[in-house]
C-alpha cells in the first residue's frame, strides 16, 4: 500500500513553463519534506512544512502543505534545466515518532531548454 | 547540516559475494537509515540503525541478508549478503538532523553506492 501518492510520476516541460508536483493521502504527517535528487548523488532537502495550510518559498518553488495535513504540492514557476532532477515527497507519520519517513513515488522533471 | 560519505561509491560484484558498504558521518548522529534505490525511482527503507540498540528492519528485509554494524555516533555499515541480479540497485544511508525538533523528521543523506551484481 502506498501511503503517499505522487504525481505525476514523469513530466517533460520546456524552458519557461510552470508545473505542480502533487502529493496526496489518506494519512495525517506531522511533517513533510520534499527532496530533489539528481543522478549519481543522493536526495537533498529542499523544504519541510509541519502546519496544516504552511506556504513556504525558495526563490521559484513554491510548496503548500495542506490544511488537514494529509496532502502537500511543489509548484514551480518558469522552470529552468536546473531544475531537472527526482522531486521526492516524504511524510513522517503523526502517530508515534519513529523517525522514519514514507516516500512517494517520485517526480522525475526535465525541463529542456 | 550533516555531511555524509559512503564507500565505495560503486561496485560490480560476483553473484554469491557480500559487499559491505560504510557510512561516515561528520557529526553525531542518533539515528542512521539505509535505504534501497532503483535508478529513478523511490527510496525504500530497508532498517534503521541505532547506536547501542540491533537495527530494525523493514518488512522484506531480514538480517542475515542485510546485516548492519551501529559501533558509534558517526559511523555505520551494511552488508549485501550472497548477493543476486536482483541486489542490484542503489543503496543510500541516511540521518536524521540533530539541530532540530525532533518533530521536523529531516533526513540528510549520503551520495549512495551504486552495487551491480553479475
Known amino acids: 500500500t502506498q501511503l503517499l501518492e505522487q504525481s505525476p510520476q514523469f513530466l517533460s516541460i520546456q524552458e519557461g513553463e510552470n508545473l505542480t508536483v502533487y502529493c496526496n493521502s489518506s494519512s495525517v504527517f506531522s511533517s513533510l519534506q520534499w527532496y530533489r535528487q539528481e543522478p549519481g548523488e543522493g536526495p537533498v532537502l529542499l523544504v519541510t512544512v509541519v502546519t496544516g495550510g504552511e506556504v513556504k518559498k525558495l526563490k521559484r518553488l513554491t510548496f503548500q502543505f495542506g490544511d488537514a495535513r494529509k496532502d502537500s504540492s511543489l509548484h514551480i514557476t518558469a522552470a529552468q534545466p536546473g531544475d531537472t532532477g527526482l522531486y521526492l515527497c516524504a511524510g513522517a507519520r503523526s502517530s508515534g515518532n519513529t523517525g522514519k519517513l514514507i516516500f512517494g513515488q517520485g517526480t522525475t522533471l526535465q525541463v529542456k531548454p | 547540516s550533516a555531511v555524509i560519505s559512503q564507500k565505495p561509491s560503486r561496485d560490480i560484484c560476483q553473484r554469491g559475494t557480500s559487499l559491505t558498504i560504510q557510512c561516515q558521518v561528520d557529526s553525531q548522529v542518533t539515528m542512521m537509515f539505509w535505504y534501497r534505490q532503483q535508478p529513478g525511482q523511490s527510496l525504500t527503507l530497508i532498517a534503521t540503525?541505532?547506536?547501542?540498540?540491533?537495527?530494525?528492519?523493514e518488512s522484506g528485509f531480514v538480517i542475515d541478508k542485510f546485516p548492519i554494524s551501529r559501533p558509534n555516533l558517526t559511523f555505520s555499515t551494511l552488508t549485501v549478503s550472497n548477493m543476486s541480479p536482483e541486489d542490484s540497485s542503489i543503496y543510500l544511508c541516511?540521518?536524521?538532523?540533530?539541530?532540530?525538533?525532533?518533530?521536523?523528521?529531516?533526513?540528510?543523506f549520503g551520495p549512495g553506492t551504486r552495487l551491480t551484481v553479475l
Open positions: 540503525a541505532n547506536q547501542g540498540s540491533e537495527a530494525t528492519y
Open positions: 541516511s540521518v536524521e538532523a540533530n539541530y532540530r525538533d525532533r518533530i521536523y523528521n529531516e533526513q540528510f
